[in-house]
């Protein structure tokens, strides 16, 4: 059994990804069902709860970055960390913490297209598909087409999060992660990428 803080609850088309730190190991970890699939809408885990967790190895692990999917076994809610007190605990467990511009994240490792939109490619890959990031600019939401974006500078950052959309503030503790491999089915050109997404952040 492992304790893990849930960090994150993000939307996908079919279901929920649920992100968390393992409390012993410091690893970052993604729940999926006992099977190895998705989480359904109505699964149980919420951010700022530990939950006392069995987890295995993904019989179907995904291409790197994305090496923190787990499949949970049997599951035991312990205790809930106030959203006011969620930063601190988060700061005090030691786990590497990106200060500054966007361009620091991930190793460093990410590219940006003309559009302003950041991705990681095959030939650069971070050790993980997420990551936490205190900004150095306010990040400024902006919705069109019914999609939300933050606004950081010159960039772009899709918004894939459940809270509701405010400033966040420079200084701000956030969560990043990858999005999945992908490229345009009709472009051979164009080398598949990984997007940078923002997850939620703490106040």
Known sequence: MRKVLVVSRTK???GVCVGGIDLTSGLFVRLHTEHGANLSCDAPY???E??????????????????ED???????????????RLTCYIKGLGIPIYCGPLESIFEGKVSFTSRGKGYINESNVPCNSVCFWIPDADLLPNESSGKINFVYKDKQIPY?????VNII????LV???LANWWKPDDDTDVEPRCYVQL???YN
């Open 50 to 67: 530990i939950w006392d967790l069995e987890l295995e190895s993904p019989w179907n692990p995904r291409k790197a970055p994305h090496v």
């Open 160 to 164: 894939v999060g459940f809270q509701k």
């Open 169 to 172: 503030p420079a200084g701000t």
């Open 199 to 201: 997850s939620g952040w």
């Open 70 to 84: 787990v499949m949970v076994k049997s599951a035991n809610r312990l205790e809930v960390v106030p959203s006011e």
């Open 46 to 48: 919420n951010i700022g």
């Open 12 to 14: 996908m088309r079919n």
């Open 175 to 177: 969560r990043m992660s």
